[in-house]
């Protein structure tokens, strides 16, 4: 089992940054896909970014060039690095594990960006 714990979401100016942190308990941690989904209100959970137990990575569209995605294995982590933040990236993030059929996810961090 793994169990996961966001922060870092807060209240940024648009143009501004924000990384979230996701520690993670368990030792399947290494071997799962890890990913940062979010959800704004009225609209459905989407991907936001996700990598592998490799270090390969994937991006929505709609982030790609702005959002990084990491983790480090050693410290049972994954973070988002969000630049140049939109009003429209205001969201609950909620960062997600998923090896083999199991697939856990945090209690997300609120976003909010707005002047």
């Known amino acids: 089992q793994v169990q996961l714990v966001e922060s870092g979401g807060g209240l940024v100016q648009p143009g501004g940054s924000l990384r979230l942190s996701c520690a993670a308990s368990g030792a399947i941690f290494i071997r799962a896909t890890m990913g940062w989904y979010r959800q704004a209100p009225g609209k459905q959970r989407e991907l936001v970014a996700a990598?592998?137990?490799?270090?390969?990575?994937d991006y929505s569209g709609s982030v790609k060039g702005r959002f990084t995605i990491s983790r480090d294995n050693a410290k049972n982590a994954v973070f988002l690095q969000m630049n140049s933040l939109k009003p429209e990236d205001t969201a609950v993030y909620y960062c997600n594990a998923k090896v083999g059929v199991l697939d856990t996810w945090g209690q997300g961090t609120l976003v909010t960006v707005s002047s």
């Open positions: 990598v592998t137990r490799n270090g390969n990575t």
